[in-house]
């Protein structure tokens, strides 16, 4: 709430926080507990690639692909199941009309199916020459593997896309966790593939445990909803009333994501041509911040469908005190996480990846990029807050506004920085474009709404940065960081495990000292579930 509205409301806001952050952070703890052990099963993935190719060319070829195939599943997540179809369906949700969305949603996946089938063979029919234009720097036989893996892993674009549909109406209806295990099943296909035929196939095992992980993907996304589609989803006619409404919600996102993934391509582009490893590295460096971003994804999840149906009902109350609920409780989770993260970071990349062809020199890579990306875990939150709240409001253009400004700011960072810090550069890049993006959507959202969350960010994170700041002080102060890289797995695995509890504990202690009020809120909640 802005600052007037807080003196004269204090006592309605303080209960209805209380009770709305309650009501968020219940299903948002059991659905990150559920993605803790999603993200368990993709670090497994991780491991098992980083132990056979570590950050040889294969590596690199495989995460480039891999890449490529992902700008299609952004698509389908961000531009259909986020942008479109939760606020589409919510809006019939809410008036009890749900019946009359599906036809649109069936009329959507035919079309959809139809374009990715054509992409596909496009694709496929100038597979070499998109190699040369977007990995120009690979060397010869680096990029003939890269073409023989793009055949392996495209089609599962198709896949991937109609997986956006069955996402979206999940989390239309609130149902989070279906995704989150389908992800569990995508990733053991992978490992699955890689170890039983990796001896035969190399590289080209985890490729294909990739195609047949994105079917399984939606194959388990259908069957959750198989009891409503069979009587729904009815292809009566192509063209249905509220598609064209359907495609103006998901049109700009789809621009937006095309632009976003700009920086991703040149990204790329760049490392190409640097420290052989250093796709890999971004690939590796990622996963580590996704050890505490999970909490921030499960939290955006949660709070968009909610965002959704209050701009739905047009409550403008409803939806701010919503967001500014969901920030708060998220910079609370992610502050410290990134502290820990940053504290900790060549622990963890020894832990989890060290080993077999994941050498010391991958090591050094892969941390040297990490420092860079940690602030990205809680600006990488705000800013994906701040864009589904224009995507709630059904305001998807200035999403359009944002992303631009940020890929300027980032591609320009990019080729400037690579050429005094290497590799790190790329990742000292994309902070900066984060920062630039979390700036002009708090303008966007204030004009738009009159919302200003700039002042909101910048006092809470300041009250969390300090019991972060105290608990790393006293766990360094305590000497639990001091075991070398010279010890065992075992005694090293320990020393993770007690300075993780030792910083928990002390991160709890500040913060009631300086009465942050969501540890009293979330430990409330896990005593007394709903």
């Not at 369906?89 to 009329?107: F, K, M, N, P």
């Amino acid at each position: 709430m802005r600052q007037m509205e807080e003196v004269l409301n204090s006592a309605r806001v303080a209960s209805s926080y209380e009770e709305g952050v309650q009501g968020i952070g219940t299903t948002t703890i059991v659905l990150t507990l559920v993605s803790i052990v999603g993200l368990g099963f993709g670090f497994l993935k991780e491991v098992v690639i980083a132990n056979y190719f570590g950050t040889q060319a294969a590596a690199d070829s495989f995460y480039a692909v891999t890449y490529y195939v992902q700008i299609f599943n952004q698509l389908a997540f961000t531009g259909l199941a986020s942008a479109a179809i939760v606020p589409f369906l919510s809006q019939y949700i809410s008036t009890h009309r749900d019946e009359v969305g599906w036809s649109c949603l069936a009329a959507l996946g035919f079309w959809v199916t139809l374009s990715m089938l054509l992409v596909t063979g496009l694709v496929f029919l100038f597979m070499p020459r998109l190699v040369d234009w977007l990995l120009p720097k690979f060397s010869p036989a680096q990029k003939a593997m890269t073409i023989k893996l793009g055949y392996v892993m495209f089609p599962a674009v198709v896949f991937v896309s109609l997986s956006g549909i069955t996402l979206g109406i999940l989390y239309s209806y609130q149902k989070f966790y279906t995704a989150r295990l389908a992800q569990i099943a995508f990733n053991s296909a992978i490992m699955i593939a890689t170890f039983g035929l990796v001896s035969k196939f190399g590289m080209y095992s985890a490729a294909l445990g990739f195609l047949l992980g994105s079917i399984v993907y939606l194959g388990i996304q259908i069957f959750s909803l198989h009891k409503n589609i069979a009587y729904r989803l009815h292809l009566d006619n192509l063209f249905p009333k509220g598609l064209k409404y359907l495609l103006r919600l998901s049109i700009p996102v789809f621009v937006t994501v095309l632009l976003a993934n700009i920086i991703g391509i040149v990204e790329r582009y760049i490392a190409s041509g640097l420290t052989r490893g250093g796709i890999s590295a971004l690939n590796y460096s990622f996963r580590i911040c996704g050890l505490v971003s999970m909490f921030g994804i499960s939290l955006s999840t949660v709070v968009y469908p909610k965002m959704s149906l209050s701009a739905a009902k047009d409550d403008n109350k409803e939806l701010e005190r919503i967001l500014t609920e969901g920030l708060r409780l998220g910079l609370f989770l992610l502050i410290p996480g990134a502290f820990f993260i940053l504290f900790y970071r060549s622990l963890l990349i020894s832990l989890l990846f060290e080993r077999g062809a994941f050498d010391s020199t991958s090591l050094k890579l892969t941390s040297d990029v990490l420092q860079w990306y940690v602030p990205v875990i809680v600006l990488g939150f705000v800013n994906g807050l701040l864009l589904r709240v224009l995507y709630a409001i059904h305001k998807p253009f200035y999403t359009i506004i944002v992303t631009s400004a940020t890929v300027g700011v980032t591609v320009a960072a990019d080729f400037l920085l690579t050429h005094f810090f290497d590799y790190e550069g790329i990742a000292m890049g994309y902070a900066l474009g984060t920062i630039c993006s979390v700036v002009v959507g708090c303008a966007i959202l204030k004009r738009v709404k009159g919302i200003f969350l700039g002042k909101l960010i910048a006092k809470y994170a300041g009250r969390v940065l300090l019991p972060s700041a105290g608990a790393l002080v006293s766990i360094w102060s305590m000497g639990t960081f001091l075991i070398g890289p010279n010890y065992p797995n075992g005694g090293r695995v320990g020393e993770l495990a007690i300075g993780l509890l030792f910083y928990v504990v002390a991160f709890i202690a500040f913060s009631k000292i300086a009465r942050i009020r969501e540890v009293d809120l979330i430990f409330s909640r896990l005593r007394t579930p709903r």
